[in-house]
């Protein structure tokens, strides 16, 4: 890494400038004539710069953030201007952008500004009320050699720069990343601006004028994601933002004080009164243990009492929910948001005699916990734990498409802050093992003289192979999902013709998701003169590798273990007969096992079988010094996978 200290100049300088609206800063002639990155070699396209100005003020009594990027990219190649030449600035909720201006420098020095209507804004994802949007433009002009540069301001309104994650590091090399950032700072204001830098090597804090804080980085490389990587944020460079009172607490002590504030926070919400008592005598009723009595309450939480977030209600009888105060306002109208239903769960429980508390827990699916950064900006999730024979288990029914006994993926393997009004403790939440998260699928085909190949399929999905997909379609019409399941084998085989799509168990969460379907691909099997080749994976037929580079930077990381149960019952056409056929390799991999069968029957059927478990013993973290090894196993399945036998016509009289 190397420091500028004289760049601090000309942060002044600019910081007045782009706030004013002036002109451009100057162009760099020997960046003109840069022919190649200083950052990466045989990069497309390299930012000289990256500033970003964050401000924090109150404007008629409402807290006010402006965050002002200006950047300057340098481009090397076709492959990066067709990359960078076209901009989106993505804003969501109540923040806006706008004073976008853009200019491209071609080689010769020639200036061609962006022009103000050449900017428009568009809907980039419109979902259950979620909006965001983009300021999109394209960049004038743009070739190998020039450098283009724009700049915008974001407005974001009625709220401060806390817990806003600054990036460092990017899609493209950048050598130099400033930040200058001005705190609010005004009376009777206890918190103070703080700052955790994570993966990165950013310079210390200098002051400089108008109340501005700035640092930087040097020469930070590309984020280039990998498949099955870590979250982003626990691998690229970038700094949280925050503000906080100084309390200067070990992570222990914070945390334990903060599990005696949790079980204090929630008393209400978890309030056991008369009412309460009665439906949990009416529920549990008939119970012989406690792990009954749990299962009464959850079915009863899941299916008595309406998700008005998640389930399919219309947005008249979303507004007609009268908000919840306490569990009984649930269970007596029997309707109410995740969280109102997993507090009447609580609440539930230990009327029943059980000893239930919330439990706050991180995202593994955002970022990896870690319990010596003492803030709750990353446990902000919550479960219900309940101690059953001197254990503590974790329920969530308020997630509608979460079984019971498991957990979103997201929330399993993790550190659970238990709370209690004495001695909260921190604990592991179980991963579910791989045959609790399987794909069965299953195909009874026959085999034409042509190739094609025709037949009945079922998949079923249980656990997180489930639920990811149900959460997929949840709002989706019938009509919807039977496209879905159709784009999803037409993506493998695009000439594949679907008839009679079933989809079941859409919106159940114990029972396995289930597609069925009649299917024909025409030259499934290729014909070479009196031989077919066959594939008899076909719920793998033309899937890609899974790793395909031979080196890797990032750990690898699976969600969750799985496993994976294929049976396939092709019969054969008249007149051929397996020739010389070999089974793919079978073996065992410490982590799983991935295990295949061919038989012939006497009436011309073959049967294949797929076995593949991953995961065992919690096995889903992987650093790259073993990547060789993962990468090896993934391989030697993909090349079972696509195995084909070969048949050949008999010969005359031998039928």
Not at 389 to 407: E, I
Not at 526 to 534: A, E, P, S, Y
């Amino acid at each position: 890494m190397r420091y500028l200290p004289q760049s601090f100049v000309f942060i002044l300088l600019a910081q007045s400038a782009l706030v004013a609206g002036v002109d451009w800063k100057p162009v760099d002639p020997a960046d003109l004539a840069l022919k190649s990155s200083r950052v990466e070699k045989d990069a497309d396209a390299e930012a000289i710069f990256w500033e970003v100005w964050v401000m924090d003020e109150v404007q008629g009594g409402e807290p006010h953030s402006v965050l002002t990027n200006y950047v300057r990219i340098k481009i090397f190649t076709d492959r990066g201007r067709e990359k960078h030449s076209t901009v989106d600035l993505q804003f969501a909720g109540k923040n806006r952008i706008a004073d976008v201006a853009g200019r491209t420098i071609k080689p010769d020095g020639t200036i061609l500004e962006l022009k103000k209507d050449a900017v428009f804004e568009r809907m980039v994802v419109k979902a259950g009320g979620f909006k965001v949007k983009a300021k999109s433009f394209a960049m004038p002009g743009v070739e190998p050699g020039a450098i283009i540069e724009y700049r915008w301001r974001e407005f974001r309104d009625e709220q401060l720069a806390n817990y806003v994650r600054l990036p460092f590091q990017r899609d493209l090399p950048i050598q130099l990343v400033q930040y200058h950032i001005k705190p609010l700072n005004i009376p009777y204001f206890p918190y103070g601006m703080r700052t955790m830098g994570f993966h990165c090597n950013n310079s210390q804090f200098v002051k400089e004028r108008d109340g501005f804080y700035g640092t930087m980085m040097t020469d930070v490389p590309a984020f280039v994601e990998e498949p099955h990587m870590p979250p982003v944020d626990d691998v690229r460079a970038w700094m949280l933002v925050y503000y906080s009172e100084d309390k200067k607490l070990t992570p222990d002590k914070y945390w334990k004080d903060y599990g005696k504030q949790t079980f204090t926070s929630y008393k209400e919400s978890t309030k056991v009164n008369g009412g309460v008592r009665k439906a949990a005598e009416s529920i549990v009723n008939g119970a012989a243990t406690d792990e009954e009595k749990l299962r009464k309450v959850f079915d009863y939480c899941r299916t008595k009492i309406k998700n008005v977030q998640r389930d399919a209600v219309t947005a008249e009888e979303r507004a007609d929910t009268k908000k919840n105060k306490t569990p009984a306002d649930t269970i007596n109208q029997g309707a109410g948001t995740g969280f109102d239903i997993d507090m009447a769960f609580a609440a539930l429980a230990n009327a029943a005699g059980l000893d239930a508390r919330i439990a706050r827990l991180s995202d593994r699916g955002d970022k990896f916990f870690d319990m010596s950064f003492p803030d709750t900006y990353f446990i902000r999730g919550y479960d219900v734990a309940v101690n059953v024979d001197g254990k503590w288990r974790f329920y969530d029914p308020g997630s509608t498409s979460v079984p019971f006994g498991m957990l979103r993926w997201q929330e399993e393997g993790q550190k659970a802050l238990v709370s209690d009004n004495k001695e909260p403790e921190f604990v592991d939440t179980p991963l579910a093992p791989p045959e609790k998260s399987a794909a069965k699928r299953s195909g009874v085909f026959r085999l034409s003289e042509d190739g094609t190949l025709e037949g009945d399929v079922r998949m079923t999905y249980t656990g997180h192979q489930g639920i990811g997909r149900k959460n997929g379609i949840e709002s989706d019409s019938e009509e919807q999902r039977k496209e879905n399941v159709r784009d999803m084998i037409k993506g493998q085989m695009s000439t594949a013709e679907l008839s009679d799509i079933v989809v079941e168990n859409a919106t159940d969460p114990e029972k396995p998701l289930v597609y069925r379907f009649h299917v024909k691909v025409p030259g499934y099997a290729q014909r070479t003169g009196k031989r077919l080749f066959l594939q008899l994976s076909f719920f793998e037929f033309n899937r890609p590798a899974l790793f395909t580079s031979a080196t890797r930077k990032y750990s690898v990381y699976f969600h969750y273990p799985w496993s994976d149960e294929d049976t396939v019952d092709v019969k054969l056409p008249a007149g051929y007969e397996l020739d010389h056929a070999d089974a793919p390799a079978t073996f065992d991999f410490g982590t799983g096992a991935y295990k295949v069968k061919i038989q012939v029957t006497s009436d011309k059927r073959l049967l294949y079988s797929r076995n593949l478990v991953f995961g065992n013993n919690g096995a889903i973290f992987f650093p790259p010094t073993v990547y060789p090894q993962i990468k090896k196993v993934f391989d030697t399945v993909h090349e079972s996978d696509m195995h084909a036998i070969t048949l050949k016509q008999a010969a005359a009289g031998t039928q």
